[in-house]
């Protein structure tokens, strides 16, 4: 039996989202940590807590996923000279870890889309992606 998405009304909504693909791997975390193969997806929709994604893989509510996301553009709001001088940083993928909040089965299409809450971010990075965000939402308006 598939999992069903959990009621996502806008007055459960924290905040905002804005519809953005982005190539992401995802690595379930679990014990023993004998299997961390990560898994490509794609993104839908970002917000400042979390993210929406799409993935032929199924993640239970409640799993606990390691994500990097492959968002161009989010390291040119970093605060740090690396940012600026390290090629390196400036390519880098926004990395979190996040625990499934939804899933919500595609069967026209054998895939899943996965909701997905921040729970571990570097305070860096997570300020960046706010100001990526913020900059997004500027262009829509």
């Not at 598939?2 to 690595?27: F, I, N, W």
């Not at 595609?106 to 889309?113: G, N, R, V």
Request: net charge neutral; proline share 4%.
């Amino acid at each position: 039996m598939t999992a069903k998405a959990m009621t996502t009304g806008k007055c459960r909504r924290e905040s905002p989202r804005v519809d953005r693909q982005a190539a992401l791997m995802v690595t379930k975390l679990q014990y023993p940590m004998t299997n961390l193969e990560a898994k490509p997806a794609v993104t839908k929709n970002l917000a400042e807590n979390g993210l929406c994604f799409t993935s032929e893989e199924l993640y239970e509510p409640g799993s606990i996923l390691q994500l990097s996301v492959d968002l161009k553009g989010w390291q040119h709001y970093l605060n740090n000279i690396m940012a600026i001088l390290d090629a390196g940083t400036a390519s880098r993928p926004l990395t979190a870890i996040a625990e499934v909040v939804w899933t919500q089965h595609l069967p026209e299409e054998s895939q899943y889309d996965i909701g997905v809450r921040f729970k571990d971010i570097y305070e860096d990075d997570l300020r960046a992606f706010k100001k990526y965000l913020e900059k997004l939402f500027g262009k829509k308006d």
